[in-house]
Antibody
Framework: EVQVVESGGGLVQPGGSLRLSCAAS????????MTWVRQAPGKGLEWVAS????????KYLDSVKGRFTISRDNAQNSLYLQMNSLRAEDTAVYYC??????????????WGQGTMVTVSS | DIQLTQSPSFLSASVGDRVTITCRAS??????LAWHQQKPGKAPKLLIY???TLQSGVPSRFSGSGSGTEFTLTISSLQPEDFATYYC?????????FGQGTRLEIK
C-alpha cells in the first residue's frame, strides 16, 4: 500500500524546536519530490515547504524561511521538517504529502494523516 | 504570490443536487490547478489535477474545468459521502497556495 505516516508532533513552548518525521512506504521514495502542508485549527490548508528527489533543491513559505528546514533520507525512505524558533502561529496539523509526477501536474497525490504541533506556554 | 479565491465559501445542498464551486486565480496559471476534498479530522484527498483530469478511483460525478484564471469543480449528483470541504490549489509556481475552502453541507 502506498502511504506516508507522520510523527513527532507535540506541545512545545514559544521559541522552542521540534522535528517532524514522515515515513514513506509502497513507492520508490527517491523518485518523488515531497512536501509539507499545515492546517491551523479551524483554518484552511497552507503549503509550508517542498524538497526535490535528491534533496538538492528546497522551497519554503516566506514565513518559515530561516526557521524551518526540510530534509530527506532516501536510504531510510524518510522526510523531515526541523522547526526552530516556533511561534504560536505555527500551531497546526502538519501533513506530509507526495508530489505526484509531472504527468499529473505535480499534484499532491498521497497525504499522511497529519501530526499536531501546538506552540504554547 | 498567486491568490486563489473560492466561491461560495459555504454551500448548503441536498442529496441529488448538482453543485458548482468556482476558484479564481489572481493571475493566469494555465491548467496548473488541483482540487482536494477534506472530511473533518481527515487528510485531504486529491480529486482532480491539471484542472480537469479525474484522479484514479474518484467517482465520475466529479468534474473540473477551466484554464487561465477561472476554474470550476462540479458534482453532478450529490451523494451523502460528498459533504465535505473542498480546496483548490495552484501548482504554477512557488509559493504554492490553496483557496480558502468551500464547505459543503447537507440542507
Amino acid at each position: 500500500e502506498v502511504q506516508v505516516v507522520e510523527s513527532g508532533g507535540g506541545l512545545v513552548q514559544p521559541g522552542g524546536s521540534l522535528r517532524l518525521s514522515c515515513a514513506a512506504s509502497g513507492f520508490t521514495f527517491s523518485t518523488y519530490w515531497m512536501t509539507w502542508v499545515r492546517q491551523a485549527p479551524g483554518k484552511g490548508l497552507e503549503w509550508v515547504a517542498s524538497i526535490k528527489k535528491d534533496g538538492s533543491d528546497k522551497k519554503y513559505l516566506d514565513s518559515v524561511k530561516g526557521r524551518f528546514t526540510i530534509s530527506r533520507d532516501n536510504a531510510q525512505n524518510s522526510l523531515y521538517l526541523q522547526m526552530n524558533s516556533l511561534r504560536a502561529e505555527d500551531t497546526a496539523v502538519y501533513y506530509c504529502a507526495r508530489v505526484g509526477e509531472p504527468s499529473i501536474g505535480d499534484a499532491f497525490d498521497i497525504w499522511g494523516q497529519g501530526t499536531m504541533v501546538t506552540v504554547s506556554s | 504570490d498567486i491568490q486563489l479565491t473560492q466561491s461560495p465559501s459555504f454551500l448548503s445542498a441536498s442529496v441529488g443536487d448538482r453543485v458548482t464551486i468556482t476558484c479564481r486565480a489572481s493571475q493566469g496559471i494555465s491548467s496548473h490547478l488541483a482540487w482536494h476534498q477534506q472530511k473533518p479530522g481527515k487528510a485531504p484527498k486529491l480529486l482532480i489535477y491539471t484542472a480537469s483530469t479525474l484522479q484514479s478511483g474518484v467517482p465520475s460525478r466529479f468534474s473540473g474545468s477551466g484554464s487561465g484564471t477561472e476554474f470550476t469543480l462540479t458534482i453532478s449528483s450529490l451523494q451523502p459521502e460528498d459533504f465535505a470541504t473542498y480546496y483548490c490549489q495552484h501548482l504554477n509556481s512557488y509559493p504554492i497556495t490553496f483557496g480558502q475552502g468551500t464547505r459543503l453541507e447537507i440542507k
